[in-house]
């Protein structure tokens, strides 16, 4: 457990972990910001748009900003946390997974809970283009499973400072089925709503541009109908489209349960035992984790919610333990 001053506390009368988990979403008014945005071209030819916030000085600390499955950097969650950087003199840049910052990506693949090819060029990126401010990076949900799955694979290479992962799917597969149960269906719904949309805006993008090739290739994925699981459609579009076997295979090969033992970088990972998205069973154990990675579970919160103060003052217990984890040492 974390040590007191760290502890989290859900504000009076949202204790159960649907508010905290539906809060951000639906209730809360992100601040406003005024960021630019950069268009970084891949070696595969396709894109991601990142949204800088905070300082522009070159030896100024930069955060990477990694946001959930169907979010992008207007998530609230990702506003609140690069406001809450600035405030303390920090830079932050918020990634948007590719297709996710409002225009469809060119190609077929698509983003993934183990797109940490994606991220790793992302890090070279800002290296290059910030050499002497010191790099950190922080994911939110499957932002935070690929982080955490990057800094396995890259072991002492990282070049990060520190990582912080919040809520992390640690075994895509138990959470598949996880989601499934109980209430939890009515996330699995609106996921899927959304993933599907991704798809089918995709399919009409090809479609007016006349990138045939690239229609072919989802066209062949078949009918996307009766699709109403996270099995179902990692099994019929995320597997195909991004060089996996099957569901079993993507699950397997992008759960970062099975690269936390290589992780050399000095990592918070922030939890709650409420997690909806989660399995109790899924969280790592202590002889799983290497020996720079800290391990705050909490009792409550949800899923990326962490709502702390009042109703008619909540307060964001991420935005507020996050930095001050960062800014005071890691």
């Known amino acids: 457990m974390p040590s007191l001053p760290a502890r989290f506390r859900p504000a009076i009368g949202l204790a159960n972990p649907h508010l905290q988990t539906l809060w951000g979403p639906l209730w809360r008014k992100p601040p406003a910001l005024e960021r630019d945005r950069e268009r970084?071209?891949?070696?595969?030819?396709?894109?991601?748009?990142l949204d800088w916030h905070g300082p522009h000085v070159h030896d100024a600390p930069l955060v990477?900003?990694?946001?959930?499955?169907?979010?992008?950097?207007?998530?609230?969650?990702?506003?609140?946390?690069?406001h809450a950087l600035q405030v303390r003199g920090w830079a932050s840049v918020a990634v948007n997974w590719r297709g996710c910052s409002g225009e469809p990506n060119l190609l077929a693949r698509s983003y993934h809970s183990g797109a940490s090819e994606d991220l790793a060029e992302i890090i070279r990126h800002l290296r290059a283009q910030r050499p002497l401010a010191p790099l950190y990076a922080v994911g939110y949900s499957l932002g935070g499973n690929v982080l955490l799955k990057y800094l396995g694979e890259s072991g002492?290479?990282?070049?990060?400072?520190?990582?912080?992962?919040?809520?992390?799917?640690?075994?895509?597969?138990?959470?598949?089925?996880?989601?499934?149960?109980?209430?939890?269906?009515?996330?699995?719904?609106?996921?899927?709503?959304?993933?599907?949309?991704?798809?089918?805006?995709k399919q009409r993008h090809f479609r007016d541009q006349g990138h045939h090739d690239r229609?072919?290739?989802?066209e062949?994925?078949?009918?996307?109908?009766?699709?109403?699981?996270?099995?179902?459609?990692?099994g019929k579009v995320t597997a195909p489209l991004n060089g996996f076997n099957d569901a079993h295979d993507y699950y397997r090969r992008a759960s970062s349960r099975y690269y936390l033992g290589e992780n050399r970088t000095p990592t918070l990972i922030i939890h709650?035992?409420?997690?909806?998205?989660?399995?109790?069973?899924?969280?790592?154990?202590?002889?799983?984790?290497?020996?720079?990675?800290?391990?705050?579970?909490?009792?409550?919160?949800?899923?990326?919610?962490?709502?702390?103060?009042?109703?008619?003052?909540p307060g964001y217990y991420l935005e507020r333990r996050i930095p001050q984890w960062l800014v005071e040492g890691c």
């Open 215 to 218: 229609l072919a290739q989802l």
């Open 40 to 49: 970084v071209w891949l070696a595969d030819g396709d894109f991601i748009d």
């Open 156 to 201: 002492l290479d990282s070049q990060l400072q520190a990582a912080v992962a919040v809520s992390v799917p640690f075994r895509l597969d138990q959470c598949a089925d996880r989601i499934g149960l109980g209430f939890s269906k009515v996330y699995q719904a609106h996921f899927m709503r959304e993933m599907l949309a991704y798809v089918q805006d």
């Open 220 to 234: 062949r994925l078949g009918t996307l109908r009766n699709l109403r699981t996270f099995w179902d459609f990692d």
């Open 64 to 82: 990477v900003v990694l946001h959930g499955l169907t979010g992008s950097s207007s998530s609230p969650y990702v506003k609140g946390l690069q």
């Open 272 to 313: 709650a035992s409420d997690d909806p998205f989660v399995f109790g069973h899924s969280l790592p154990s202590a002889d799983e984790l290497a020996p720079q990675t800290q391990f705050e579970l909490h009792q409550r919160g949800g899923h990326v919610g962490f709502v702390e103060g009042s109703l008619r003052k």
